[in-house]
């Protein structure tokens, strides 16, 4: 088999895993919605290392909550949520969790007002 069969496998690989570590955090986020902190959260991407040792998860929050507080909380459960990831993933070892606030939909929210606002401007 040619060597970039073997890459394009792993990053096939690596993809579902990323996907599946989105949708199991996004399921036991809502899960344990008793954390307050995990109310308040959506899991938007997850970036896994190419060794696999690492997935870096990125996240929004709702209006009003602190983001560094929010990360640092984040951090303090990732152990927990790593735990209960590995109950569900198949994989021989899951990958230690590194939250990374994502500011994309608020950026987004944004521009949408902006372009309401010009909008509303010209008529």
């Given at each position: 088999?040619?060597?970039?069969?073997?890459?394009?496998?792993?990053?096939?690989?690596k993809k579902r895993i990323e996907e599946a570590i989105l949708r199991e955090l996004g399921l036991?986020?809502?899960?344990?919605?008793?954390?307050?902190?995990?109310?308040?959260?959506?899991?938007?991407?997850?970036?896994?290392?190419?060794?696999?040792?690492?997935?870096?998860?990125?996240?929004?929050?709702?209006?009003?909550?602190?983001?560094?507080?929010?990360?640092e909380a984040?951090?303090?459960?990732?152990?927990f949520l790593r735990k209960l990831l590995a109950h569900t993933l198949n994989l021989r070892s899951t990958p230690r969790l590194i939250f990374v606030y994502d500011d994309s939909l608020a950026r987004g929210r944004k521009i949408i007002d902006l372009i309401d606002k010009a909008l509303g401007d010209s008529n």
């Open positions: 088999m040619p060597s970039g069969a073997f890459h394009s496998m792993d990053q096939r690989r036991i986020l809502l899960k344990n919605s008793q954390k307050v902190i995990f109310d308040k959260v959506t899991i938007v991407a997850v970036e896994i290392s190419p060794d696999l040792a690492v997935a870096r998860v990125f996240f929004s929050l709702f209006d009003g909550l602190d983001i560094k507080n929010t990360t984040l951090q303090r459960e990732a152990k």
